[in-house]
C-alpha cells in the first residue's frame, strides 16, 4: 500500500548552489539556489524569483557564477540563503574572500573549491519567475579538490545536497555504480 502526498515534490538531490554576481556598482553578492540544473553539455538553467537581487544583477551583466556548496562551507552556504541581498551586503557579513573572475564579470568566492564561469545564452519569463540559461565558459577546482590525474574528485568535494523534505543538507552520497556499463548486464 503507497501512501499520497498529494503534490509534495521528492526530487533528489536538490543542489545547492551559489550563485554570485555584481550589481551596478561592481558590489558583490550571493544567493543560495536549489532550483537549477545542467541542462546539456555546457548549460545550465536556473529557476530565480524576480525580486532576488542576485536576478537583477544577472538581467544588468549577464554573467554570473556558480559555486557548489560543500560540507566545509555548509555554513555559509546556508547564510546566503538565509540573508536577503537587498537588505544586507551578505559578502561582507559572512567574512569570504571574494576576487575577480578573470572570463566574466562576476565574482569568485575563494572558500568555495568549485566554481563555474556563466554567460546568459537566454532569460523567460515563466510562472512569476525567471529562467535563466547560461553556458559554461570555465570552471575552477582548488588543487585540493583534484585526484592524482589533476581530474575533480567527488569524495573529496564532499558536496550538500538540499533535502527539501526535511529542510535539512546531507553529504552527497558514495559511488555505487558505473554509468553507461552496468545497465548492459540487463541485455
Known amino acids: 500500500m503507497r501512501k499520497t502526498f498529494s503534490k509534495k515534490a521528492v526530487?533528489?538531490?536538490?543542489?545547492?548552489?551559489?550563485?554570485?554576481?555584481?550589481?551596478?556598482?561592481g558590489k558583490a553578492n550571493a544567493m543560495n539556489l536549489a532550483w537549477g540544473t545542467q541542462c546539456g553539455?555546457?548549460?545550465?538553467s536556473l529557476s530565480i524569483a524576480k525580486e532576488h537581487k542576485t536576478m537583477k544583477n544577472i538581467l544588468l551583466k549577464k554573467e554570473f557564477t556558480i559555486s557548489l556548496a560543500t560540507k566545509a562551507t555548509k555554513d555559509i552556504a546556508d547564510y546566503f540563503g538565509i540573508e536577503s541581498g537587498n537588505k544586507v551586503d551578505k559578502i561582507e557579513k559572512?567574512?569570504?574572500?571574494?576576487?575577480k573572475s578573470e572570463n566574466i564579470d562576476a565574482p569568485i568566492i575563494e572558500e568555495f573549491p568549485l566554481t563555474l564561469e556563466c554567460k546568459v545564452i537566454e532569460i523567460q519569463e515563466e510562472l512569476g519567475d525567471y529562467r535563466v540559461i547560461a553556458e559554461i565558459?570555465?570552471?575552477?577546482?582548488?588543487?585540493s579538490v583534484l585526484n592524482e590525474k589533476g581530474q575533480i574528485d567527488v569524495d573529496k568535494l564532499?558536496?550538500?545536497t538540499f533535502d527539501s523534505i526535511t529542510n535539512?543538507?546531507?553529504v552527497l552520497g558514495e559511488k555505487v555504480g558505473q554509468a553507461f556499463k552496468d545497465g548492459a548486464k540487463i541485455k
Open 94 to 99: 559572512s567574512g569570504v574572500h571574494v576576487v
Open 11 to 25: 526530487l533528489l538531490p536538490l543542489p545547492v548552489y551559489i550563485i554570485g554576481t555584481y550589481d551596478e556598482n
Open 168 to 170: 535539512s543538507y546531507r
Open 158 to 160: 564532499e558536496l550538500i
Open 41 to 44: 553539455y555546457h548549460e545550465v
Open 137 to 143: 565558459i570555465n570552471t575552477l577546482a582548488d588543487e
